[in-house]
Nanobody
Framework: QVQLMESGGGSVQAGGSLKLSCSASGWTSSFNCISWFRQAPGKEREGIAAIYSPTGTTDYTDSAKGRFTIAQDSAKNTVYLQILSLKPEDTAMYYC?????????????????WGQGTLVTVSS
């Protein structure tokens, strides 16, 4: 069973940047991709980006293009999410999820395993 652990969240001022990490352990070869989602208070969980481990192919929602970058370090079984020019509306719990076949950015139920999340708080 794959386990995911997010880290790197924290409190930052608007305009700053953060690099979140998603470390995978367990039978990681059984999963094809990892996605990042976020959930702000009182809102639905929304997708940000996905990366497919065999090829490094990435996918982003339109709203994420430009300020968010997803990357992987296969040797460390870790996927990163770099966030630039943080805004107060980026305040949310950020989660990574793994999918065996496909990592939809619009259907959280398509992912098979989730981490516990890391909190990002952006102050103005």
């Amino acid at each position: 069973q794959v386990q995911l652990m997010e880290s790197g969240g924290g409190s930052v001022q608007a305009g700053g940047s953060l690099k979140l990490s998603c470390s995978a352990s367990g039978w990681t070869s059984s999963f094809n991709c990892i996605s990042w989602f976020r959930q702000a208070p009182g809102k639905e969980r929304e997708g940000i980006a996905a990366i497919y481990s065999p090829t490094g192919t990435t996918d982003y929602t339109d709203s994420a293009k430009g300020r968010f970058t997803i990357a992987q370090d296969s040797a460390k079984n870790t996927v990163y999410l770099q966030i630039l020019s943080l805004k107060p509306e980026d305040t949310a719990m950020y989660y990574c999820g793994a999918g065996r076949y496909f990592c939809s950015l619009y259907d959280r139920d398509a992912l098979d395993v989730w981490g516990q999340g890391t909190l990002v708080t952006v102050s103005s």
